[in-house]
């Protein structure tokens, strides 16, 4: 089943789609981390996705739906996907539309004030990159990290101020996807109003509309 992940910054989309990656055996494509990995490996897309980054522009549709498309083509996305981060807009939802027929459009609901709560919260190690939360997954010594003793530190753009503006922006931007996924009957809501939820029952949750949709289509 090729699925698209949908939510606001802080929703969970990332932690749990590698989590349903688990339980379903279809990969998750993030096109953030492939748009990172493209910059790292320094092929000719990927330096000319550092001329935009630097310039502080985004990076044209074109360039991700290409790799996209790409990757979209090898073995291990036959049975499907769980795509994250895109699309973001309708134009990008009609550009995926000309490579890959999507089945489902999960919609994470949740309240602003669960996602300032738990994004104002987040710890990054400058080391290794790991992910901890004050609140849900606290390290063992204040600012280390727990993996490497790597320093702790909050992003820029998880102060509250940052994160309000992101949602902002998310929302203005979606609303009209949101629109458009449900006329072609293929999003499905799912909210979370509960910032101690624990991932495995949201997880659960994706994995029952996924089992209906299965069964209905
Ligand atoms: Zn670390």
Known sequence: MRIVMLGPPGAGKGTYASRLTKRLGIPHISTGDM????IKKQTDLGKKIKEYSDRGALVPDEIIIKLLAERIRKPDCSGGFILDGFPRTIRQAEALENIAKIDLVINLNVPDEIIITRLSNRLICRECGAIYNLLTLKPKKDRIC????GTLYQR???KP????ERLNIYRR????LIEYYTKKGLLRNISCNDLMTPPEVMVEKIIEIIEEKKESS
Do not use: F, L, N, S
């Open 156 to 158: 820029e753009d998880d």
């Open 173 to 176: 931007q979606t609303e009209p």
């Open 146 to 149: 727990d993996k490497c003793g």
């Open 161 to 164: 101020e940052v994160i309000k």
């Open 35 to 38: 748009v990172r990995e493209e």
